[in-house]
């Protein structure tokens, strides 16, 4: 059975919640699916001044276990428009498997969590996304079959590049039940593309 990994980067626990949401499409459509972590790279006394969530259920990836899965979904919250170093990090040490196209194939897709609802969700899926282009994977985005995203009348996220939520100037605002299902919807048309490529 294809296997599929939610690999995330969280400081407040908006993107823990989009990958736990993400994973439960994935098992909806009757795929196994693990859920990890990079590291955080920010040092202790700055991650706690800042009130990171260090605490986290996710047990932390290894770039070597990329090739036991079919498909990955990543996530990460907005820093500046684009990709954590956190996240870029653990890209940056996948270059063995690059070399040897271990990747190459697999299905992937992408979520993000921005302050403000026009924060640069898009141009932070697509720096995202450029690291699993460049192993080659068949990169997906959120159909517009998930309807949630054309909502108009609540503030929301979603995105034809990928899931989204939108977490608020003080990180208050929790991702909103469209925003889960759009993740959940994330999670599932991962899955079917994975066992159609399988
Ligand atoms: C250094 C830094 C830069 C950020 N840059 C942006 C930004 O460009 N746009 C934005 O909307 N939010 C920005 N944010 C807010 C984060 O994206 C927000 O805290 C995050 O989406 C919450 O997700 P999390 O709880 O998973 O960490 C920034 C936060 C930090 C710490």
Redesign the pocket.
Known sequence: MPKVLVLYY???????TMAHAVADGVRSAGLEADVKRVPELVPQDVARSHHFKLEQDAPIATVDELPEYDAIILGA?????RLPAQMANFWDQTGGLWLRGALIGKVGAVFT????QH??QETTLYSLMSNLIHHGMVVSGLPYSFQGQLKLDEVTGGSPYGATTI?AGD?SRQPSENERDGAKFLGQHVASLARKLA
């Open positions: 969280s400081s407040y626990g908006h993107i823990e919250p907005t820093r500046f428009g969590s921005t302050a403000s924060g640069g977490a990180g």
